[in-house]
């Protein structure tokens, strides 16, 4: 019996998985797709979602400072950096708290412009609907107005003459009879 072989014919443990040719990718969109089709192998087994980047934040400014420099002489040479880096370090703490006052400042133009839109929208919608509602009355009290008049001319014509109706009444099934095909009547 022979000895399982890998992927190299080399005899040892079974391989498990099939040998698959090295690809180098050479632009963004071909490393894209051999990621996808990587993917799309396993579609059961999930995709990794990295997590959003932290905010960074500023380091809170120290409650108690131990190392005050004064304006006597005698200060060393280093201390001048060390001035230069707590310097630096509150600029960039106001910096950032400038930004996130002007970043709230944005959010709630913008809530205040997105409330003001819907209003608008609203109003506009509410003035098409009293128009289409104007209209559909409008409509509405024509087609009475025509049932009436239609009512009142269809009392006079009956007490006056109902032969009419009679004889339009015939002229009806004789178009019925005209429009009905052939087969249902039995004709060829």
Same mark, same amino acid.
């Given at each position: 019996m022979a000895a399982p072989t *890998? &992927? #190299?014919n080399k005899p040892g443990k079974p391989g498990g998985k099939e040998a698959q040719p090295l690809i180098i990718a050479k632009t963004p969109a071909e490393e894209q797709? /051999? &990621? /996808? @089709?990587?993917?799309?192998? #396993?579609?059961? =087994? /999930?995709?990794p979602i990295p997590d959003r980047p932290k905010e960074w934040n500023p380091r809170a400014p120290p409650e108690f400072v131990r190392d005050v420099m004064g304006s006597s002489a005698g200060a060393g040479s280093g201390e001048f950096h060390v001035y230069r880096h707590l310097r630096r370090r509150e600029y960039q703490r *106001?910096?950032?708290l400038d930004k996130m006052a002007e970043k709230v400042k944005e959010d709630l133009d913008y809530l205040? =412009?997105? @409330? *003001? #839109?819907k209003q608008e929208a609203e109003e506009r919608?509410? =003035? %098409? %609907?009293k128009k289409r509602d104007k209209l559909k009355q409008k409509k509405l009290m024509a087609k009475k107005a025509k049932l009436e008049a239609q009512n009142k001319k269809d009392d006079d014509d009956k007490s006056s003459d109902s032969s009419e109706e009679e004889q339009a009444e015939e002229e009806r099934e004789a178009e019925d009879d005209a429009e009905a095909p052939s087969f249902v009547m039995g004709k060829k």
């Amino acid at each position: 019996m022979a000895a399982p072989t *890998q &992927k #190299n014919n080399k005899p040892g443990k079974p391989g498990g998985k099939e040998a698959q040719p090295l690809i180098i990718a050479k632009t963004p969109a071909e490393e894209q797709r /051999l &990621k /996808l @089709e990587r993917l799309m192998r #396993n579609p059961d =087994k /999930l995709a990794p979602i990295p997590d959003r980047p932290k905010e960074w934040n500023p380091r809170a400014p120290p409650e108690f400072v131990r190392d005050v420099m004064g304006s006597s002489a005698g200060a060393g040479s280093g201390e001048f950096h060390v001035y230069r880096h707590l310097r630096r370090r509150e600029y960039q703490r *106001q910096d950032f708290l400038d930004k996130m006052a002007e970043k709230v400042k944005e959010d709630l133009d913008y809530l205040d =412009k997105v @409330e *003001q #839109n819907k209003q608008e929208a609203e109003e506009r919608t509410a =003035k %098409r %609907r009293k128009k289409r509602d104007k209209l559909k009355q409008k409509k509405l009290m024509a087609k009475k107005a025509k049932l009436e008049a239609q009512n009142k001319k269809d009392d006079d014509d009956k007490s006056s003459d109902s032969s009419e109706e009679e004889q339009a009444e015939e002229e009806r099934e004789a178009e019925d009879d005209a429009e009905a095909p052939s087969f249902v009547m039995g004709k060829k």
